[in-house]
């Protein structure tokens, strides 16, 4: 599986910006997908998953009510809208992709999303 994110960039607080993950490969094998960030100096942290199968979702306490994550499953994309942005979302936003049998997480290069105050 591969993954590549785009569409991260430079935005005002108060702002809005859309990312999207594609993927490749053997794409028949994820289970779920999901956002994470890794701001400098601490751990990546999850900021939204959606399971492939239903479509069910999980935000970060952080971001509920501003972001949502969603996924075109024909095109093998998803993506995360996200409003109201405020400087503490700086962060390299990661794509995920997580293939259950296995226990193993697929991971995109990163895209750099920061917020100015």
């Known amino acids: 599986v591969q993954l590549v994110e785009s569409g991260g960039g430079l935005v005002q607080a108060g702002g809005s910006l859309r990312l999207s993950c594609a993927a490749s490969?053997?794409?028949?094998?994820?289970?779920?997908m999901g956002w994470y960030r890794q701001a400098p100096g601490k751990q990546r942290a999850l900021v939204a998953s959606?399971?492939?199968?239903?479509?069910?979702?999980n935000y970060a306490d952080s971001v509920k009510g501003r972001f949502t994550i969603s996924r075109d499953n024909a095109k093998n994309t998803m993506f995360l809208q996200m409003n109201s942005l405020k400087p503490e979302d700086t962060a390299v936003y990661y794509c995920?992709?997580?293939?259950?049998?296995?226990?193993?997480?697929?991971w995109g290069q990163g895209t750099q999303v920061t917020v100015s105050s």
């Open positions: 959606i399971a492939v199968t239903g479509g069910s979702t």
């Open positions: 995920n992709a997580r293939v259950a049998w296995l226990e193993y997480d697929y």
């Open positions: 490969g053997n794409t028949f094998s994820i289970n779920a």
